[in-house]
């Protein structure tokens, strides 16, 4: 009983000792607008990596960047070929006409016009501009000649590669001839039949194959953080090829107005729905961040604040970091609010 009592007292003790404690001092919530989200994008420091996102059901897949050479475009009504930019700066593409196969010097590399994508995505900008033309109801190829420069990573023979595009079969497939430039010949043929649940499929020419690279549909994802080539100006104003990385979307699902010098928090439904949309690819692009000389990193650009019209909302985002908690950068952070 004696044990028992001792026990008794100190559990009342504790429990007086524990009711004259000072409540600890809670810290204010922070000032953030209401249903306000963030997310970091792991690109990785070398930018090994590209990530597709929905913003309504919040999903990202990853994968790899660099896995293809050409893509062609799976749009039932206009046929259309893009490059892969990003992979090098000099990676284009130069027309000769058809006859040329065979006869193509490296004096004639040095004096031929080399086109890349522009990455807003239009027709009239793509590297392969009036490969296609219409005869009435039938979609017809150009009697050209391209060779594509892989880029000057490669430093063998392989880095140059001739190609002819045979037919195009709208909904269906597209139909090419290729070969490496010092083999005369376009000793290679493939029929790239179309995905209409993606945007373009993908091609590699050394691997001579059709690669995955959109891991979703064209109906789940908005946005797509990549690599990708743009003509920058330098301090002087003159434009030079750069490999950038940025923020594309999906054109067939999203549409994009950027405001400038405006209060995040302050946005609303209706001064969103009063902005006026862009479908252009690049429209989010490259420019939301500067980088600092002097502190030799990039920050964010102040107020800048980009609108977002999906299929699935209407939403406000901006950018508030390209870099993880590290200090390393290639993770770019967005934070975002849907509005309706």
Known sequence: MKQQRIIYLLFVTLLTITACEKPEKLYPQPKTSVGVQSQTFAMGETYASQLWYDFANQRTET?????????FSCDANTPRLCINGGISASFSVARFSLSSVGKITPDSLKKAKWMFDHPNGDVDSSAFLNAFWRDGSTWRCAALAYVIDLGDKIKDSTRYVQLQITDFKPGISYSIAYGLLNQKTLDRTETIAINPNKNFVYYHFLEHRVVENEPMDNHQWDILFTTYKESVPDANGVL??????????????VQVAQLDKVNFDAIDKTTALAATFSRKQDEIGYDWKQYDQAAERYTMVPNRVYLLKTSDALIKMKFVD????????GYPKMAWEILN
Not at 242 to 252: A, C, D, F, Q, W
Request: proline letters at 6%.
């Open 63 to 71: 994968n790899a960047f660099g896995l293809w050479h050409i893509g």
């Open 240 to 253: 030079y090829p750069y490999v950038i990385r940025g923020v594309l979307i999906n054109p067939k699902k």
């Open 322 to 329: 390209f870099y993880n908690d590290q200090g390393i950068k």
